[in-house]
């Protein structure tokens, strides 16, 4: 597709449960990042994947998520025992791998996630 | 780390008026800051950008200032539209070579016709 995909869009779960949200990135973008827009809130960095590896996970708030990328392409974000303060927009976003477009984001239109 | 504060929350002008947003960093170390729009149901969008070695850079209607000094940085939007409308955020990278933004806390931009 033109852009990057996610899905699904909305996703209400009960707290205790675990979630899947999956991302598919611009064709030939390399580098694949996860953001979260809590409410009224700035984005907040998750981890970024380098192909398939993830050189940089400091931003995962808990070991309750974690994420993978397969085939250097879709990626995943599980959060397990899904608590009420998980609730947010979860963005996917890539890049290109060259120089100086490296840092240039193109974002997904996000999975809202809401926890009751 | 990195903080980047962002001011104001809110912003609501005339159509054909100019808007600006500021915004402060602590780290000196940044030197990539890009501006993002975001319209309601959408991801944010990248919209202009600047580097440290740069002190000012426009695109049409939009542009973006740098002090290095003062450490902060700021985008102005003249002769706004209502599809300016959105909520716009900045940010902050230490240049790691891949996309590790710091964000602001955003500004709900509002162009009335």
């Known amino acids: 597709g033109a852009g990057v995909s996610q899905s699904p869009s909305n996703k209400v779960t009960e707290k205790g449960k675990d979630v899947e949200l999956r991302c598919d990135p611009i064709s030939g973008h390399t580098a694949l990042y996860w953001y979260r827009q809590s409410l009224g809130q700035g984005l907040e960095f998750l981890i970024y994947?380098?192909?398939?590896?993830?050189?940089?996970k400091s931003g995962l708030p808990s070991d309750r998520f974690s994420a993978e990328r397969t085939g250097g392409s879709v990626s995943t974000l599980t959060i397990q025992r899904t608590q009420q303060e998980d609730s947010a927009v979860y963005l996917c976003a890539s890049s290109p791998n060259a120089r100086p477009t490296n840092e240039k984001l193109f974002f997904g239109s996000g999975t809202q996630l809401s926890v009751l | 780390g990195e903080n980047v504060e962002q001011h104001p929350s809110t912003l609501s002008v005339q159509e054909g008026d100019s808007a600006v947003i500021k915004c402060t960093y602590s780290d000196s170390a940044s030197n990539y800051f890009p501006w993002y729009k975001q319209e309601l149901g959408k991801g944010p969008q990248l919209i202009i950008d600047i580097r440290s070695n740069v002190g000012e850079k426009k695109d049409q209607r939009i542009a973006v200032t740098l002090n290095k000094t003062a450490k902060h940085f700021s985008l102005h939007i003249t002769e706004t539209q209502p599809e300016d409308s959105a909520v716009y955020f900045c940010?902050?990278?230490?240049?790691?070579?891949?996309?590790?933004?710091?964000f602001g806390q955003g500004t709900i931009l509002t162009v009335h016709p």
């Open positions: 994947f380098q192909g398939n590896s993830a050189p940089d």
């Open positions: 940010a902050a990278s230490r240049g790691t070579s891949y996309g590790k933004l710091t």
